[in-house]
């Protein structure tokens, strides 16, 4: 009997897939355990394998194409068994699923022939020997656009199936784009620093010598966008410049040290960050031509001499003025007007978006509470002295506010539109700041976990996030974020909720003030904690009531050891 297999769900917010490759054709014979296809999800792109022996009957879209949840993916049966009834039933009655995104050669081939069927054509394509059309894919959840931080390849260059084509700038990383085909670099959609959307044109590999116009053509006609031009026929002509350049070309980009990926270290990139030195004019003197320190600091930007050429003028110039007799006050400006714009990356593009809808969709009103924290420093004092790992405030916050959401459900929920939904397990968001902007990693049931390893997995979710090492499964899921500021001395702040979550807690810093105790005004160690609550789904009370267990526990630590 025919096994029919449905697209499944492989991510929690998944409600479609798109075909990356197929790795069985129809009529291939599939073992257990073999690899059938690579499906692109809106959180990565997984692999997918047979449950049972046979052979492949039916594919439901070819590569590239796009299936909803549930439906009908592919078909899995003994060679020549009539399946038509089970295509009929799951498709509606079509043999196959037809889209416009295109991949492979017969695809391109039927496009150019509908869009070239009702005009004369002056030459053929010939794309009998093409190996595959890149697009540009959805490497994170709320990805919409990828920046080419870097070409590894070249036009003209041989790839190899898992050669790193290039290196693609989310809004959370920059993650390498691997090859699944062998072949040759034909053609590159936009340029290293350029942007291009998802599900656009990225780059064509094939056999060299190809006539890549009428593809380009075709895949723009048929929904991919090749943006790097204004047309195919210039796309293919500054790219074949790119391979043989003029010498006019040559002298302009002489100066130009660095090209693709730039070898360079944390400290040297920050560096040059700071003074806003383009690293690409940099020459590089450690090993593989690594930027160092030392070449930032030595590195003079003509701009500079300019700039001192002109002050030496304007100096000698003013040298040559006599002196008045009387004092005179210049009213000659002591500085100038400047600026540096800094295009937006993507990460902060998707911070701006994200939490503007949040901050003018959701409902939000503050509560704040005054912790006393001297048992909590007495406490975190005598448990280091025995921890695996040092524990944290931050930590013992977490902690407490895990315990807190188990007695709260309802703090720990998300609004839905039609309905709120209140999650039994408890995952909370830790607010990282990273060189160009926030990420928020997730310690997934909190709630089950000591101190120690909340603190080994905070610390591991920090580095991995300062080293662009994280990966989207790290910041899937929370269902409430902690935002800590108190290491920088803010005493108290408000945080914009992280959708979907319901809350956000803002934590300050821990600092002594007068309070009364036993009628009597001593020092006290007082941490201040905001709550932002999304009105749509926790009122007030309920979000006071969070407050006051969240307190009861950090006064008396040991409540959190029961």
């Given at each position: ?12 917010t ?28 809106d ?54 699923q ?15 022939a509908?869009?070239?069927?009702t ?52 809004d959370?990383?920059?993650m ?6 062998d ?47 204004p047309s ?5 002509q ?18 130009v040290i ?28 450690g ?29 000698s ?15 000659a ?14 990460m ?10 949040s ?16 048992a909590?420093?007495?406490?975190r ?5 025995v921890?695996?790992?040092k ?30 939904r ?20 997730v ?14 997995e905070?610390?591991e ?7 662009k ?6 910041w ?50 007082i ?21 006051q ?12 050891l029961?």
């Amino acid at each position: 009997m025919a096994e029919v297999i449905l697209m499944p769900r492989l991510s929690d917010t998944m409600t479609e897939g798109v075909i990356a490759a197929w790795h069985k054709l129809v009529g291939d014979t599939v073992k257990k355990g073999d690899l059938l296809a690579e499906i692109e999800t809106d959180k990565a792109t997984m692999e997918l394998e047979s449950y049972q022996d046979g052979t492949l009957l039916h594919v439901g879209t070819p590569n590239g194409g796009k299936l909803q949840v549930n439906d009908l993916l592919a078909i899995i049966g003994k060679s020549g068994e009539d399946i038509s009834e089970l295509v009929k039933i799951h498709s509606g009655g079509a043999a196959s699923q037809t889209l416009p995104i295109v991949h492979t050669a017969a695809e391109v081939s039927a496009t150019v022939a509908a869009t070239t069927s009702t005009a004369p054509t002056t030459s053929t394509l010939d794309v009998s020997a093409m190996d595959e059309v890149v697009l540009m894919p959805r490497l994170s959840d709320t990805m919409t656009e990828g920046v080419i931080a870097g070409w590894q390849k070249n036009v003209g260059d041989t790839v190899k199936k898992g050669d790193v084509l290039a290196d693609i700038e989310t809004d959370k990383a920059t993650m390498e784009l691997e090859s699944y085909k062998d072949g040759v670099l034909l053609y590159q959609g936009a340029k290293a620093g350029e942007k291009i959307l998802v599900n656009d044109l990225l780059c064509i590999i094939g056999k060299e010598g190809m006539d890549i116009a009428s593809i380009v053509a075709a895949v723009k006609a048929g929904g991919g966008q090749a943006n790097a031009t204004p047309s195919a026929a210039e796309s293919v002509q500054a790219n074949a410049a790119a391979v043989v350049a003029s010498p006019a070309v040559a002298e302009v980009n002489a100066q130009v040290i660095n090209e693709g990926r730039i070898f360079v270290s944390p400290l040297a990139k920050k560096l040059a960050a700071e003074k806003g030195i383009d690293l690409k004019y940099v020459k590089g003197t450690g090993d593989n031509g690594r930027i160092t320190k030392l070449d930032i600091d030595n590195f003079v930007p003509a701009a500079v001499n300019t700039t001192s050429s002109v002050a030496a003028v304007s100096s000698s110039s003013t040298s040559s003025v006599p002196k008045s007799s009387s004092p005179t006050v210049s009213t000659a400006p002591v500085g100038q007007v400047s600026y540096t714009d800094v295009p937006v990356s993507q990460m902060r593009k998707v911070i701006a978006k994200r939490l503007s809808e949040s901050l003018f969709t959701a409902p939000h009103f503050f509560l704040t509470m005054s912790i006393d924290m001297d048992a909590a420093i007495a406490a975190r004092a005598k448990m280091n002295e025995v921890a695996p790992v040092k524990i944290s405030f931050n930590d013992m916050v977490l902690k407490a506010t895990a315990m807190s959401l188990k007695q709260h459900p309802k703090v720990n929920s998300s609004w839905m539109g039609d309905f709120i939904r209140y999650n039994d397990h408890i995952n909370i968001g830790v607010a990282v700041a990273v060189e160009d902007g926030l990420l928020v990693p997730v310690v997934r049931f909190a709630d089950g976990k000591s101190l120690s390893q909340i603190g080994a997995e905070v610390k591991e979710y920090a580095q991995k996030a300062k080293d662009k090492k994280l990966q989207p499964a790290d910041w899937e899921g929370s269902t409430f974020t902690i935002s800590n500021l108190g290491m920088f001395g803010i005493d108290q702040f408000t945080a914009i909720i992280n959708p979907p979550d319901s809350c956000i807690l803002a934590v300050g810093g821990i600092s002594q003030e007068p309070v009364v105790k036993n009628g009597q005004i001593v020092p006290g160690n007082i941490m201040k904690v905001t709550l932002s609550c999304d009105h749509r789904s926790v009122d007030g009370a309920t979000g006071a009531a969070f407050l006051q267990t969240l307190k009861s526990l950090l006064e008396e630590p040991v409540r959190m050891l029961v």
